[in-house]
């Protein structure tokens, strides 16, 4: 049994449960109606950072570059290595209000 408030998206979310009970087409159709919200933060829906990126169009591209990603900090975690100081340094000053999130609790 679904229940939905009234008005809003809530049709088309509730048609896509009734449609699908495939995970990755229910959090694309949620993806799609909400929006992205925050990697690193407290909002979890709403427009995203982005200014060229999109999730839906951009799927194949995403992958690319967790795999890219997961195998920088496979071997240097850290982020210590000469090369990927520069990278450590965006990071750092891109989330830092947004690491302070996890310090909570």
Avoid: C, K, S
């Amino acid at each position: 049994v679904l229940i939905a408030e009234p008005g809003g998206d809530a049709r088309e979310r509730l048609d896509v449960f009734r449609r699908t009970n495939d995970g990755f087409e229910i959090a694309r159709a949620d993806l799609r109606l909400r929006g992205m919200g925050d990697f690193f933060g407290a909002r979890q829906h709403g427009l995203p950072d982005f200014r060229f990126f999109d999730a839906e169009r951009d799927d194949r591209l995403l992958h690319a570059a967790h795999e890219r990603a997961g195998a920088v900090v496979a071997r240097d975690p850290d982020l210590t290595e000469p090369a990927h100081r520069p990278l450590a340094d965006v990071l750092a000053h891109r989330f830092r209000e947004r690491e302070r999130l996890y310090e909570v609790g």
